[in-house]
């Protein structure tokens, strides 16, 4: 066998003249960039991020210590630096079906603005129904609507009073609702006077109640749908109220944003003008709850929130974004919840951002 001898320190050093080099310092030296010896690997790379196609990944495997990390971090600078900085996502509420919230997309730093005139709006909605609702004329149109409804019970009852009182039947009005009594020369007999009548004759009162009943409900049979036209009534002097409050202040919401943006602005105009006064009253109390320490969740407030998903309003080129705990719920985010009396609620300003968001449109 060959018998291996020691190398000698000289030969354990790599030594080179510096009179070869046209520079001073290595700090005049342009970077590398990309690792050396790692041809294949950078070739791997260039190739993996030129397929501009969902569904592609990459994974970099190798000993500690070779660079790994920054390689994939140089590439994906170079790369992210020449593609368009992606929209911004926020989520709001589907007022048809609130447990499905609706995703919508706004250009790069739009999200955030919209957000803001979102919340700058409803606080002059809320002050705009808060006068509209508690004002003169609001108050005189409703009790007109409310009077109606009196004066049509009165003129079907008043045709009948003189005919009953003939018959010795008087209508009385109670709390209650209506009533029939027993009279006699045009006083009313309470009970230990009609108790002390002849029989025969109680039997005629009871008879002439009857006919009178019957007379007064044949009279009356229309007030349900007297009631539902009031209640219709009613409904429509609220919509007139509200949508006259929001009506520009929504307006102005409406300008400068994509189609999905506005029709959306539409319909929570909609959902105001058709149920201002009972969400009116709502919030006041949420405030209240508020101010107390109590936790809100899902009430009207939420209702018509914005929430910022994805914000690219300081983004330069596509983001990249380094998850250092790739777990399911970092990654795709979440929906947060609150405990209130034993129960968990969450609402749309509750959905929360994953890695996988944030990165839409980058890495």
Known sequence: MTKLAPLTADQLRLCCDPAQFEFDSTEELEPLGHAIGQSRAVGAMAFALSMDRPGYNVFAQGPTGMGKHYVVQQFLKEVAARRPVPPDWIYVNDFQNPHRPRALQLPAGKGREFRDAVDGAMQDVWASLSNAFTSDDYGSRRRVVGELLEERQKAAVGALQEEAAASGVAILRSAGGLALAPLRDEELLDKDEFDGLPEEERAAYDKAMEAVHEKLGAALAQEPLWEREQREQLRQLDHETADFAVRDILADLSNGWPDPVNAWVEELKADLTGNGNQFLEARDEEAKARAAGMPRVGGVAARYAVNLL????????????????????????????????????????????????????GF
Do not use: C, Q, W
């Open 310 to 361: 994805v914000d690219n309003e300081k983004t330069v080129g596509a983001p990249v974004v380094y998850e250092d705990f790739p777990s399911v719920g970092n990654l795709l985010g979440g929906v947060e919840h609150l405990t209130i009396m034993g129960a968990p609620l969450t609402d749309v300003t509750l959905v929360r951002a994953g890695a996988l968001h944030r990165a839409l449109g």
